[in-house]
């Protein structure tokens, strides 16, 4: 298996909600990544876990709380989103940090 | 700072070579990627170079390295329609512990039929 899963593929919360995003690899890779990506701009980071524990945060707002509860799996949950936090919501894996990354198709949120 | 910088728009052909262009900041990157976007979808790396190389041949790509000027391209022989995508680079940058890839501006490359 040389892919990376996400779930949903598309997702339209309204501020109050609590949704969360889902992520998977089964290539044995030990960091995985988020990264928001807005229309016609490159991903920016958003948190970095290494060997399952959480080794870069890019200030992100609490309202974004990442969780990695094994190696093949990374979740991104959601609290109290606003609306200019739509965008695409990328996952991303690699062997270790210093490796090249691979990266799931993505979940389209909007936030109502 | 961390920018990397490409040109928006590139318009070819079909059957002409592509040339995407790069200009990256951080002088001991150890390696640079690039990936092609494709509209809707995720990230697909198409390759990449090791800092202390000048070129890589892979199939119809072909990967330039000017250190000295920071400078990175990617070459696409005989350009096709599904070749149509947003090509971004990406230098890893030492953070310590944990490297971290900063993405270049995006080209957005039209091939026409």
């Known amino acids: 298996d040389t892919e990376v899963t996400q779930t949903p593929k598309h997702l339209v919360m309204g501020m109050t909600n609590k949704k969360s995003l889902k992520c998977e690899q089964h290539?044995?890779?030990?960091?995985m990544y988020w990264y928001k990506q807005k229309a016609k701009k490159p991903p920016e980071l958003m948190f970095v876990?290494?060997?399952?524990?959480?080794?870069i945060n890019e200030s992100v707002p609490s309202r974004f709380s990442p969780e990695c509860p094994n190696s093949s799996l990374l979740n991104l949950h959601l609290h109290a989103l606003q609306p200019e936090d739509s965008a695409l919501y990328l996952c991303a894996s690699s062997q270790g940090t210093r490796f090249e990354q691979f990266f799931g198709p993505g979940t389209r949120l909007t936030v109502l | 700072g961390e920018d990397v910088e490409q040109s928006l728009f590139l318009s070819v052909r079909e059957g002409d070579s592509s040339v995407i262009n790069c200009t990256y900041t951080?002088?001991?990157?150890?390696?640079l990627y690039w990936y092609k976007q494709e509209p809707g979808a995720g990230l697909q790396l198409l390759t990449y170079i090791f800092s202390n190389m000048d070129m890589k041949q892979d199939q119809r790509l072909t990967v330039l390295l000017n250190k000295k000027d920071k400078h990175l391209s990617l070459r696409i022989a005989d350009t096709q329609t599904g070749d149509s995508a947003i090509y971004f680079c990406?230098?890893?940058?030492?953070?310590?512990?944990?490297?971290?890839?900063?993405f270049g501006t995006g080209t957005l490359l039209a091939v026409q039929p």
């Open positions: 876990y290494s060997y399952e524990k959480l080794s």
């Open positions: 990406a230098e890893s940058i030492d953070g310590g512990a944990t490297n971290k890839l900063i």
């Open positions: 290539m044995g890779h030990r960091a």
């Open positions: 951080d002088s001991s990157s150890t390696y």
